[in-house]
């Protein structure tokens, strides 16, 4: 009986932990998964219980034949937490359907457990109460039926996270990854390893698998910390659900670009401690961050005082050239308060922003380090619209002007420019 408590406890334990992922990360698809497989493993381990506290079988209650469903369920979750993850990495030139295709053999193989444990319940119980964790299990047909479809899975998940680690998946999912390698066998010698044993070998797997999901929490913690002021929450939430194929493929995408830089900040940098200019650059970074989280904005690029903004990609925005002006206008405002901090009469500061909407090429570009890419003549007249525009002045194309019209916002319009990379004079407006 103290065997069955002890095992019960750790079944608990695995439950527990399973809990704790969906509260602390409930917004990342992959937790709810690993939580689902966890609590699965615990209530398996609960359930079985009732073979090592009854004398026969016709003493089980008739739910017995139902204890190999969390069993079934756990295998299948913690395959698809695996496909997820690859799901997130770009694959580049690698062919990766081979290696996806392992881990739904694995969830088939899964299914198919369950299915022969409800099929061969009375010589499963006669098993688990009679032969399990002896050498005479070895013996029983039913036993080798059942543990191919059980263990064979496990194999096919543990080779399909190697080579996923070989990819270089997130950090913080590859700490979860290589733990669960590690523990796997622990948490599999419930089939194999007598019953005296069973709870001690669990709570090591356990362990060894906590250990590596507190360095998780850790490391996704500090980063959402810092890479929330730069990208768009939605846009990590959306790679997290769906991983980066559907949002980061090469595509033309209508868009917004909004392009802004700092005035006068070159004289002002040759003239003031590089811990004041830096103090500036961080205080200006973040007020741009927090303008592009309130727009759904992402940040493209920091190139010294001079940022690049997308409204629009890599989620789609239905009314992206209202959501880039109103961008636009709230750094202007911001910003401007900020450096009339820093500015002096020698040293006036700043900024100057440009607008532009149309069709952009985006998409992941790169070998072992990848980039996010805009290209298009639209990103190049944001950035030479910004080039003319006077401190505090917003330039906007004459395509945002067309789509933003009817919204009341208040644009008058300009002298027309000569642009670099243009053909004659270029029509464009100015935000009031």
Request: negative net charge.
């Amino acid at each position: 009986m103290s065997i069955v408590i002890a095992n019960q406890i750790v079944s608990l334990f695995a439950i527990g932990l399973g809990l704790a992922f969906i509260f602390s990360d409930w917004k990342t698809v992959t937790s709810r998964l690993l939580a689902l497989f966890l609590m699965m493993y615990g209530a398996a381990g609960l359930v079985s219980g009732i073979y090592f506290v009854h004398d026969s079988f016709e003493a089980l209650p008739w739910w017995h034949r139902l204890t190999g469903l969390p069993v079934g369920v756990a295998l299948v979750s913690c395959a698809e937490w695996v496909l997820r993850i690859r799901k997130t990495i770009p694959a580049g030139n690698l062919r990766t359907g081979a290696g996806d295709q392992v881990l739904r053999w694995a969830q088939v193989l899964g299914v198919l457990y369950a299915v022969l444990t409800i099929i061969f319940a009375e010589q499963r119980a006669d098993l688990l109460m009679n032969y399990i964790g002896s050498a005479e299990a070895f013996r029983q047909p039913v036993y080798f039926l059942l543990a191919i479809p059980f263990s064979l899975p496990i194999l096919l998940i543990a080779q399909s996270v190697i080579l996923t680690l070989n990819r270089k998946p997130d950090k913080a999912e590859a700490l979860r990854l290589a733990s669960l390698v590690v523990a796997s066998p622990f948490l599999a010698s419930g089939f194999f390893a007598p019953q005296s044993m069973t709870a001690y070998l669990v709570v090591v797997g356990l362990i060894i698998f906590l250990t590596g999901s507190i360095e998780y929490h850790m490391i996704r913690g500090e980063r959402g910390a810092f890479m929330s002021r730069f990208l768009a929450p939605q846009v990590a939430q959306a790679v997290q659900k769906g991983g980066l194929e559907e949002y980061l493929q090469e595509k033309d995408q209508e868009l917004s670009v909004v392009y802004c830089d700092l005035r006068g900040f070159t004289a002002y940098s040759e003239d003031h401690e590089s811990s004041e200019v830096i103090g500036l650059l961080r205080a200006y970074y973040d007020l741009v961050g927090e303008a592009a989280a309130n727009y759904e904005a992402t940040i493209k690029d920091y190139a010294g005082d001079g940022v690049m903004l997308l409204v629009g990609a890599p989620l789609p925005q239905e009314k992206h050239a209202e959501a880039a002006i109103g961008l636009a206008t709230e750094i202007r405002d911001k910003v401007s308060g900020l450096l009339a901090q820093y500015a002096s009469t020698e040293h006036p500061l700043g900024i100057g922003l440009g607008v532009a909407t149309g069709v952009v090429s985006v998409g992941v570009v790169g070998g072992n380090r990848l980039e996010y890419a805009a290209v298009g003549s639209t990103v190049n007249l944001a950035a030479r619209l910004c080039d003319k525009a006077s401190p505090n002045q917003i330039r906007v194309s004459a395509e945002t002007y067309a789509a933003v019209e009817s919204s009341g916002i208040a644009i008058q319009s300009a002298d027309a420019l000569a642009l670099k990379g243009f053909d004659g004079p270029v029509a464009n407006y100015e935000v009031a």
